[in-house]
C-alpha cells in the first residue's frame, strides 16, 4: 500500500501526499477511524489504498510523534512564530506569550524566530539580542526580495507551521520559499490590523529539500491558557533554565528575593525584556489572570 503525508483536510476529505511518485490523492478516512475515535490530522503519516486514478481511502496511520491543537495538526519538527518588522506592529508580549503556548503543548518540536517584511525595517540585531540567550534561532526575511536568512537550510527534511498574527506575511513568506500564489490580504486601514486569510491549516511540500513541509495556519489575534501555575512559569524561559536550581530559596520565585541566580544573571545571559515579562506573566498568573 503507498505511505503519504496528509497535507490538508477538509469536510471528512483528505489531500494525501505520496511520496514516492510526487502526487496527491484525495482519501476518505475508512470507517473504523470513528468507531475508535481517532480522526486524521493533517501531518499524519497514512497508509492508503487506492480506488481510482486520484482518489483513494485511509487505511492506518503511523504513531504521531507530537499533536499540535492550536493549529490542529501532527508530526511538527518546527515552530516558527512569525513576527514582522512592521505593520501590523508586533507586541513582544504576544510573541513571548505564544513561545510559552507554543513550547507547552510541543514540548519536542523545535521553536524559531521568523521577522517578515525586514525590507521595511531591520530589528534583527534587537531581536537577536533579546531571543538568542533563551537559545531562539532568529531568521530575518523579506518575501519582496526574497532572503532568508538560511531560514531554507534550518527547515530542509522537516515538517514546520509557520504560525503569527493575521497579517503578519505568513502567506506571503511561504509564497516565497515554495514558489506557490496562496492568497493573501492588505491591512484593514481602519485598525492596522491583518485580515484572516488562511482558513484551515494546510502542507505545502517545498521544492527546496525533500520530504520538507511548510505548513501555513490560521491566524490568530490572541490566545489564552490557565494552566500554568506561578512556580512553573520560570521553566518556560529557557535562559532561566540553568540558574533555577542555584537560588539560596528553593521555592525562589526571581522577583525579590536575596541570592537569586536568575537576578544576578539579568542583564547578561537573560535579556531585560525577557526578565520584565517573567515578572509581569508572573503577577498575572498570581492574581488569577489569564496570560494573553
Keep these: 500500500m503507498p505511505e503519504g503525508r496528509i497535507i490538508k483536510g477538509v469536510g471528512g476529505r483528505y489531500s494525501v501526499y505520496v511520496y514516492e511518485e510526487e502526487k496527491i490523492y484525495t482519501c476518505q478516512a475508512c470507517g473504523r477511524f470513528r468507531a475508535i475515535g481517532v480522526k486524521p490530522l493533517v501531518g499524519d503519516t497514512a497508509e492508503i489504498s487506492i480506488t481510482n486514478q486520484d482518489e483513494g481511502y485511509i487505511l492506518e496511520l503511523a504513531e504521531r510523534k507530537n499533536e499540535i491543537i492550536r493549529p490542529r495538526c501532527a508530526n511538527i519538527d518546527i515552530i516558527a ?6 505593520k501590523p506592529e508586533g507586541s513582544l508580549a504576544m510573541l513571548d506569550t505564544f513561545l510559552i ?12 524566530i521568523c521577522i517578515t517584511k525586514c525590507e521595511l525595517n531591520p530589528v534583527a540585531e534587537l531581536m537577536r539580542k533579546i531571543y538568542a540567550p533563551a537559545g531562539y534561532a532568529v531568521f530575518e526575511t523579506s518575501a519582496v526580495n526574497k532572503s532568508f536568512d538560511g531560514l531554507e537550510t534550518a527547515l530542509a527534511g522537516k515538517t514546520s507551521v ?3 498574527q493575521s497579517g503578519t506575511g505568513k502567506s506571503s513568506l511561504i509564497n ?6 496562496l492568497e493573501t490580504n492588505t491591512l484593514s486601514r481602519k485598525i492596522e490590523r491583518g485580515r484572516h486569510t488562511t482558513r484551515h491549516t494546510e502542507l505545502f511540500p517545498a521544492p527546496f529539500a525533500e520530504k520538507t513541509f511548510i505548513a501555513d495556519a490560521p491566524g490568530f489575534s490572541s490566545f489564552s491558557y490557565n494552566d500554568i501555575k506561578k512556580q512553573d512559569l520560570a521553566y518556560f524561559f529557557p535562559e532561566t533554565r540553568p540558574f533555577l536550581n542555584s537560588c539560596v530559596y528553593t521555592d525562589c520565585a526571581h522577583i525579590t528575593e536575596d ?15 525577557r526578565y520584565e515579562r517573567y515578572k509581569q506573566f508572573y503577577y498575572e498568573i498570581a492574581k488569577g489572570k489569564q496570560i494573553r
Excluded: D, M, R
Design 176 to 181: 516565497a520559499l515554495c514558489g506557490l500564489s
Design 259 to 273: 541570592g537569586c541566580a536568575v537576578k544576578e544573571n539579568v542583564g547578561t545571559v537573560i535579556h531585560e525584556t
Design 81 to 86: 512564530a512569525v513576527f514582522p518588522a512592521a
Design 162 to 164: 509557520f504560525a503569527g
Design 101 to 112: 503556548f507554543a513550547s507547552k503543548q510541543t514540548p519536542n518540536a523545535e521553536i524559531v
